[in-house]
């Protein structure tokens, strides 16, 4: 039960901040409007980092099925524990966006703008609809994620423990500004599949679809990515390094 509530509350707090600086930086009429790509890869590097000091100790703060599934491949996790990791991931993403939508509730519901931008305010949505490109995308990202993951927790590295969480959001804004500009880069299954049902479920004007021909690349691509990134760097990185 910790692992879910650690999980919950940390992918809470990951999806109120990261989909919060998307929100602000898009929607009509915020104080943040066309804050531009910057704002929101630093919003959401922040994001993660303050998710990994409120709950790190406690489970380790993966927030992403992604890191779950890395940590489960390289046995760092037991599988007993994964449904818990999985559940407070989801639920704390879908809430997460909900309390986003009634913080911006009042510029969701203005209709000065194309309505893709809103959607954008709960999930991911490509510049381009190439769905192989977008998966490679969604991939990449992923592996880049899961391979500093681990070698910022690497005992070898020698990288200060207390400082791994800052890492990691720098990693996470890394990615953003290099590989996010085609699909807004979900690299985490949670952070995309949940706030695009909460999408589906709540009703303000101008409404556009969910894009649901579009929801298996950003839960499907981190998956793979993780599986690569997991694979690379157990049997080629710490092969090198010697461990």
């Not at 890395?70 to 996790?77: D, E, H, P, S, T």
């Not at 519901?109 to 931008?117: E, L, R, V």
């Amino acid at each position: 039960m910790s692992i879910f509530l650690a999980e919950f509350f940390g992918t809470f707090l990951l999806v109120l901040l990261g989909n919060g600086v998307t929100a602000n930086a898009i929607l009509p009429g915020t104080k943040g409007e066309n804050g531009g790509w910057i704002v929101i890869t630093a919003g959401w590097a922040f994001a993660v980092i303050f998710g990994i000091y409120l709950i790190g100790s406690i489970s380790g703060a993966h927030m992403n099925p992604a890191i779950t599934l890395a940590f489960l491949l390289a046995n760092k996790i037991a599988l007993t524990n994964v449904p818990y990791y999985l559940a407070g991931e989801f639920l704390g993403a879908f809430a997460g966006s909900f309390l986003v939508f009634l913080i911006y509730k009042n510029h969701f519901f203005s209709t000065s703008k194309d309505p893709k931008f809103k959607l954008m305010s709960f999930c991911t949505s490509p510049t381009h609809s190439t769905k192989w490109i977008n998966f490679l995308a969604e991939v990449v990202g992923t592996f880049v994620l899961v391979i500093s993951v681990f070698a910022i927790l690497d005992p070898m590295n020698q990288l200060d423990s207390g400082l791994h969480g800052l890492w990691v959001g720098l990693v996470v804004f890394s990615i953003g500004l290099s590989l996010g500009g085609t699909t807004g880069y979900a690299i985490n299954p949670a952070r995309d599949l949940a706030p695009r049902l909460m999408h589906q479920l709540i009703q303000y004007p101008d409404k556009s679809d969910s894009e649901w021909s579009y929801a298996w690349i950003p839960l499907f691509g981190p998956l793979v990515g993780s599986v690569l990134g997991t694979f690379v760097y157990i049997r080629c990185i710490e092969t090198l390094l010697g461990v």
